[in-house]
């Protein structure tokens, strides 16, 4: 006589999961299957009819049902401390349970050896292909003698295990800042920029404004207009396009809105172009505080720049005199036009654009090597 069919709970987030699983079309199929056994259980399904509905044997879906109920304490605790491991915690617990299996064909040195080989670059083993794909990488441990033979897939599995990618790649820049502590003031400065924005923002309605160009972007025309869609067929596109030359777009991030806006585009980037943007940019609301964040591009801290700048917020200060190129006491990276300015001034360029704060040589020599250490601008414009 059939016992009593274990008693399922579940929460409705565990729900949510379960039944993304049930809809998958890319889980494997046992996950698809296993979790509509535990869906339909809760929705009061008797095993006979999940069986039936599933394909298995009622001791089989049994054997899920209880499974599950082993399980869900567990679950709910990890639902509450580490919801995003919830996923997966619940995949794992529809698999199989882990077997003896026969002994492992390759020894853990051969395992190691293997994933060595996939955290070096192709080239050094004079390879064509700037990534590995697990045949490329097969090919390599056997041509190396590591392994007699290997499968593809193996290759992949152990990767998997290894949490490897060495088909994907990701772009990263590295400073060129030499101080470590400099950079760390430099880092927390543009933090800390970021997240007062919103901030100050909300209290005097502050703009923060991420600036930065892209350069050689083609001015293309089409050749002829396009089609528009009709009964049967699609909408055409040109094919063939006349050339304009290259255009500069100068864009503003804002970074409270989350928009572009004032963008500028022109044929160059030069320091003029930039001054103007600047310009056209603070006259959308000339009455109100800006911080600019721009890296450390000449044009970002030119005279023209310096001059602008000082011409709305200390129009009677001295500039002094731009440094001669040839100087060899001055730094490289404070070769424009010294600016002093006060926290109180309403334009502000933050981190990395390259001013100084005093106009003596003496103030200039006391920066760092690359002129690091004065990189902030606090400017307010005035009535």
Known sequence: ?????????????????????????????????????????????????????????RMEVGKWRRRWRDAWNELTLLECTEPRRLRKAIRDTLRDAPRSGSPGKFTAEQITRILAVACEPPAKSGRPITHWTHAELRDEVVKRGIVPSICVSQVGCYLREAVLQPHRRKMWINTTEKNPEAFQRQVADVCRTYQEAPRRHAADGTHTVCVDEMTGLQALERAAPDKDVRVGEVAKHEFEY??????????????????????????????????????????????????????????????????????????????????????????????????????????????????????????????????????????????
Request: net charge positive.
């Open 1 to 57: 006589m059939p016992g009593k069919a274990a008693k399922i709970w579940i929460s409705e987030r565990q729900l949510a999961v379960l039944s993304a699983f049930q809809r998958s079309q890319t889980e494997a199929r046992f996950v698809v299957q296993r979790a509509a056994i535990i869906v339909w259980g809760w929705n009061g399904w008797s095993n006979e009819e999940i069986a039936q509905k599933v394909g298995l044997g």
């Open 242 to 383: 006349i050339r304009h030359g290259t255009t500069t777009l100068i864009g503003n991030w804002d970074v409270v809105q989350g928009a572009m806006f004032s963008e500028t585009i022109g044929p160059t980037r030069t320091e003029q172009d930039f001054v103007a943007h600047i310009e056209q940019t603070v006259a959308t609301d000339p009455d109100g505080p800006w911080v600019f964040v721009l890296d450390c591009l000449n044009v970002h801290w030119s005279a023209g720049l310096v001059e602008w700048v000082a011409e709305r917020c200390e129009p009677n200060r001295p500039l002094g005199k731009k440094r001669s190129p040839r100087s060899a006491q001055v730094p490289s990276h404070s070769s424009r036009v010294p600016v002093r300015s006060q926290p109180s001034h309403s334009v502000r360029i933050p981190s990395q654009a390259q001013f100084v704060a005093e106009p003596s040589r003496g103030d200039l020599r006391n920066c760092d090597e690359k002129g690091h250490a004065t990189r902030e601008l606090h400017l307010r414009g005035r009535p």
